[in-house]
């Protein structure tokens, strides 16, 4: 059998579908011998594909080439805001940096000796600005400052032009200025309610401008004196910086003021950035100060010498109160006087403390001094016998006594109690063989007395009068300053001077000051004060008899200081004052001085009146009755009982 190639192997032919029968016509039906109709073939089966991942580098290389774009942009603009445009960035974050303020302590008060408060602080405000928040860039109007001034010139009342000059200062980057200090809570409130109507407005109404945006308030405080004119010239005041500008406020400024503390935040158009945070250094509060004045006793003697001041209408006086034992002022009033609550109504030459400030001669009220040299030294007794003429002629001059009289024949004791110029020339010329070795002595005395000296208290403004060495002497002043002319002293030397004889010849330094107490509570007791012997125990005693007699004896110049029930001691004065504004005598200082009970002291009252142009000048007259009214009140108030011991009665003259 012959194999047939495919080349050649017969081709089959396959047939095709029947042909529609043609329009009428018969259908052909197939017959004998024709191919049968062809079967469709079944579908072929397509191959199944596979999908495949492209090649990852291609992304990767796109993705590092966008973040080499982005972090070069990143890049470029840091060059550009910390180099090219680094002055201008830095301008625009002046407006949100840390800004600073102190933290002002809060200051310690000063209490009498009971603890009745004299002097505090309330809370407060100091009102600032931040200039820069009102120039034309941040308000977008021309006159911020002169609206912003306009509307707290009334509330601050303040002149409307110094507003506007610290609104907008010559320097333009000054962040800080302020506007008033120590301003009440309810200034700032309606500071604030004024900001925030404005804020809501312009919320409303764009047109509308906050010009009170950069106006800002730091907690403060201000000084209050709750007696008003009570002690003013004692507490002094605090100036507009917060410091004590007089008084003890000046003395004690570094006890009572505390330490400042500070704050510093981040701010941004005038207001604190609170996600920022910020950083404080809290102030220390100051010490509270005891002083060893009565409230009490103080209003007593201030009403006491304001009513004659104003009744003599005089100059000025001054009343001071102390403790004869232990050295303690108990009141230091001075009229006229200020309240340091409102300077702007106080006068200039009413500041201050003029009880221990003021310079005069004290007249007769020294003499006691004159007289425990004498009774010291041994060269009389009160029994000695005195003849005192009517005129006594020494060095250049002719002296004599405030009144005329014939020859007096007193005992030393009566000298004292008739306050005779002469007969203290007469008994102090004795204390030594020449007059220039009595002058000597009786300058030692003086000296240990505390005259010439400051009187330990170390209060600003304190003079320690003048007592000129013995050998510059004049002649006159030989003769006057054993009466108390020719020689200054302040009201608190004179008064020590009476302590001194009170409490058994021994001087104590007088004390305004118990004690501190700090912010953690504890109690500091002042120092003690020191204590010097002037003279012995038995001339104090004797001298405190024979003062008795002034205010005791009929023929006494003190009577009108007596005290019912109560024994007095005491000593009048009137001298010749010299004229602070001439340099001549003019006018008279009346004084008047004492202690009680005279047998057992335990109240030192001193009072002096400067200038007396209406009514009667004379201490015993206009001085006596204030010491009185003064020194009943301050033994009531201390519970001082009277003694019940009778007067020694020493004899005041004799018949020669």
């Known amino acids: 059998m012959t194999e047939v190639s495919d080349r050649e192997a017969p081709r089959r032919r396959v047939p095709g579908p029947a042909k529609p029968a043609r329009s009428g016509g018969a259908q052909r039906r197939p017959g004998p011998g024709s191919r049968p109709a062809r079967r469709p073939a079944p579908p072929r089966s397509r191959p199944v594909r596979l999908i495949r991942l492209g090649s990852p580098r291609p992304r990767l290389r796109m993705v590092s080439l966008a973040l080499t774009l982005v972090l070069l942009a990143f890049v470029v603009r840091l060059l550009q805001v910390q180099g090219v445009d680094a002055s201008t960035y830095a301008a625009k974050a002046e407006k949100n940096r840390y800004v600073g303020y102190t933290l002002a302590a809060e200051r310690g008060g000063i209490t009498d000796r009971n603890g009745v408060a004299l002097a505090t602080s309330v809370d407060a405000y100091d009102i600032t600005a931040d200039p820069t928040l009102f120039s034309r860039e941040q308000l977008k109007i021309d006159d911020g400052p002169e609206q912003a001034a306009a509307l707290l010139a009334p509330i601050l009342n303040q002149d409307q032009a110094a507003i506007v000059r610290k609104l907008r200062p010559e320097n333009k980057n000054l962040r800080y200025t302020l506007l008033a200090s120590r301003q009440t809570p309810q200034v700032w409130k309606q500071i604030k309610d004024l900001k925030n109507a404005l804020t809501t407005k312009a919320e409303k109404d764009k047109s509308t401008v906050n010009v ?230 009786l300058y030692d005395y003086l000296r240990k007395f505390g005259f010439g000296s400051y009187t330990g208290l170390g209060y600003p403004g304190e003079t320690p009068g003048i007592l000129a060495a013995p050998g510059t002497w004049s002649t006159s002043q030989q003769y006057t300053i054993p009466f108390g002319q020719g020689v200054s002293i302040n009201a608190m030397q004179a008064a020590s001077v009476y302590s001194t004889v009170a409490n058994g010849g021994v001087r104590v330094e007088p004390t305004l000051v118990r004690g501190t107490e700090g912010p953690d509570g504890q109690f500091t007791p002042a120092p003690k004060p020191r204590k010097t012997r002037v003279i012995s125990a038995k001339t104090a005693k004797t001298l405190a008899q024979m003062l008795e007699s002034v205010v005791d004896d009929r023929e006494g110049t003190g009577t009108k200081a007596r005290i019912p029930g109560y024994r007095v001691a005491g000593k009048t004065g009137t001298a010749n004052r010299v004229d602070p504004a001439t340099g001549r005598y003019r006018g008279y200082t009346s004084s008047f001085a004492g202690f ?32 009185k009214k003064v020194m009943e009140f301050a033994l009531k108030t201390l519970q001082v009982p009277p003694t019940g011991a009778k007067a020694a009665k020493l004899p005041v003259s004799y018949k020669p």
């Open 596 to 627: 009680a009970p005279a047998d057992k002291p335990r109240v030192t009252v001193y009072c002096a009146i400067q200038n007396a142009t209406a009514g009667n000048y004379f201490g015993g007259q206009i001085c006596g009755p204030i010491y």
């Open 212 to 441: 009170l945006a950069g106006v800002l308030s730091v907690a403060s405080s201000k000084r209050v004196y709750p007696n008003g004119d009570l002690a003013a010239g004692i507490l002094g005041w605090v100036n507009s910086d917060g410091k004590g500008g007089g008084g003890v406020e000046q003395q004690l400024n570094k006890e009572l003021s505390g330490k400042d503390g500070e704050i510093r935040y981040a701010q941004s158009g005038g207001r604190q950035v609170p996600t920022v945070g910020s950083t404080e250094t809290p102030a220390v509060p100051g010490s509270d100060v005891e002083l060893t004045i009565d409230r009490d006793i103080q209003w007593a003697a201030q009403n006491a010498i304001s009513e004659q001041v104003a009744k003599s209408k005089a100059d000025r006086g001054y009343v001071i109160v102390q403790d004869t034992q232990t050295g303690e002022i108990l009141a230091m009033a001075n009229s006229p006087g200020f309240d340091p609550n409102d300077l702007s109504e106080a006068s200039a030459a009413n500041l201050g403390n003029a009880a221990v400030q003021d310079a005069y001669e004290p007249g007769s009220t020294a003499k006691v001094i004159s007289m425990a040299a004498v009774l010291e030294e041994g060269v009389a007794t009160p029994g000695t016998f005195v003849v005192v003429p009517n005129r006594l002629h020494r060095g250049d001059r002719l002296f004599k006594d405030d009144i005329d009289h014939p020859t007096w024949y007193l005992t030393l004791n009566g000298v004292l109690a008739k306050s005779s110029n002469i007969g203290t020339i007469l008994a102090t010329g004795q204390l030594g063989k020449t007059q220039k070795q009595s002058n000597r002595i």
